[in-house]
């Protein structure tokens, strides 16, 4: 099984509406998680940081499901500029990342 | 506060020939680390510096690579002699602490390597 596994989609999601995807990890060991944002052909960049108890940042946000080993996040009212690829990072060991969650906003 | 800066941001080499890549991490950021993305997979951890030492190394594809940080500044990442499968984006990420202790990676705009 793949450290970390995302399902690539594309998610296409109509303006203002709401999105969530999963990212699912192996190690139950994993203390700390984080989501990105990849838009093409450039760096990933921090959305949020995922903590235990779940956290929100505007329209984002973010869970952990321990018992069920995944995280998951959260857009609402999705917008244009929201179009990108979501990674997931596990932040044990060898800092693995997710092959990302495509969003497409749809106008 | 400057953030991670990588240099170049192309390089476009021939199979056999060597290239370097820089890396500058955020100024206080003791780890390290490299990244690579082939295209159309996802990104995978290289190796992660503390300081000057290697803390882990296990990602580094083959003894063609060799990267070192010395002085615990900028990093280098060396490709020697390239194949065509070393294509690729290079990504260039400090921290300040420990991410498994909740630090983030930041990351540099990344370095595309085309080997021909």
């Known amino acids: 099984r793949k450290e970390v596994e995302q399902d690539p989609g594309p998610f296409n999601v109509p303006e203002g509406a709401t999105v969530a995807f999963n990212c699912t990890y192996s190690?139950?060991?994993?203390?700390?998680f984080f989501w990105y944002r990849q838009d093409c052909r450039k760096e990933p960049k921090l959305l949020m940081s995922?903590?235990?108890s779940g956290n929100e940042d505007g329209r984002f946000t973010a869970q952990l499901n321990r018992a069920s080993q995944y995280i998951s996040l959260l857009i609402r009212d999705s917008k244009l500029s929201d179009s990108a690829t979501y990674l997931c990072?596990?932040?044990?060991?060898?800092?693995?990342f997710g092959k990302g969650n495509q969003v497409v906003v749809i106008p | 506060e400057a953030g991670v800066t990588q240099f170049p941001s192309h390089s476009v080499i021939e199979k056999g020939q060597t290239v370097t890549l820089r890396c500058d991490p955020i100024?206080?950021?003791?780890?390290l680390y490299w990244y690579r993305r082939v295209m159309g997979k996802e990104i995978k951890f290289l190796l992660h510096?503390?300081?000057?030492?290697?803390?882990?190394e296990s990602g580094m594809p083959n003894n063609r690579f060799l990267a070192e940080r010395t002085g615990g500044t900028y990093s280098t990442l060396k490709v020697q002699p390239a194949e065509l499968e070393d294509s690729g984006v290079y990504f260039c990420?400090?921290?300040?602490?420990?991410?498994?202790?909740?630090?983030?990676?930041?990351f540099g705009n990344g370095t595309r390597l085309t080997v021909t």
């Open positions: 990420a400090s921290s300040q602490d420990l991410v498994r202790s909740g630090s983030p990676l930041h």
């Open positions: 190690n139950s060991a994993s203390q700390s």
């Open positions: 995922v903590y235990s």
């Open positions: 990072l596990e932040g044990n060991n060898r800092l693995a």
């Open positions: 100024s206080g950021h003791d780890n």
């Open positions: 510096f503390v300081k000057e030492s290697k803390q882990d």
